[in-house]
């Protein structure tokens, strides 16, 4: 048990990768965790011993509505919510068309508004709750092969921002965390594991990051002790944005 005793989590993505040592991290230090993911089977089998699993499109309204009714039904509250739903594409900036433009927006920037307007309710109501969402360094390097991607992250820092301003009167602190590239199995299993080599040279530790160098950060702007931080983005990339 730790620092997240007796706190209710939602965490969006959580079925693997970063997301999923966020969810193992949180329960750890004590939380009951909602582990939600459009990958319903891989959401169950990630859920920590206390919470559970559900499968959830965070780009679809009702889809978040009921993942936010589902927990407070189950577990009475929701303290946290944390949002890693993400698609991590690769393409070329001649070749993303409108369609692939809308659904990068649609998952990762309308999926966050989604589930902050749905998950700050019972927050409010209860005058306490902590928010992070995931965007990444690339809005600080313009990485390659990545502008809707990067529009979407850098329109999450700014919501994030935005958020923090209107809720924190209610007790709610809203911050972001940005990885650098990190070995997931959404990263090993396309194009951008080429880039390790290349992304180490830049950072100020020569390793390659993993998961579980995200998730203690996103814990820590999670728990009660974090509440004069809020509006934030703490970049967890190994100093690579220092270069
Ligand atoms: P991943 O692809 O390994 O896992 C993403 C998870 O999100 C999957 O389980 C997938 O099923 C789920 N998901 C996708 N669309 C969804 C939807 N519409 N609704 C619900 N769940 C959905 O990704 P990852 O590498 O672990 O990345 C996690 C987060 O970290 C993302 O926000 C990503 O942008 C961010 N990030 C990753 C890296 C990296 O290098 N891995 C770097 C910076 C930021
Ligand atoms: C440095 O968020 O942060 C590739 C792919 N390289 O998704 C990312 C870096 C990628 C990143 C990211």
Known sequence: MGKLDDRVAIVTGAAQGIGKAIADKLADEGATVVVADINGEGAQAA???????????????????????????????????????????????????????????????DGTFLTCHYGHKPMREAGYGRIVNLASNVILAGTPNLAHYVASKGGIFAFTRALAREIGQYGITVNSVAPGLTETEGVMAGPHKEAFEFVQMLQCIPRRGVAADIAPAVAFLASEEAGWVTGQMLVADAGMSHN
């Open 47 to 109: 859920a920590p011993a206390r919470g559970m699993g559900m499968q959830v499109d965070t780009s679809s309204e009702e889809d978040v509505k009921r993942m936010v009714a589902d927990t407070v039904a189950a577990y009475g509250k929701l303290d946290i919510l944390v949002n890693n739903a993400a698609i991590v594409p690769f393409t070329a900036w001649d070749d993303v068309d409108f369609a692939e433009w809308r659904r990068i927006m649609a998952v990762n920037l």
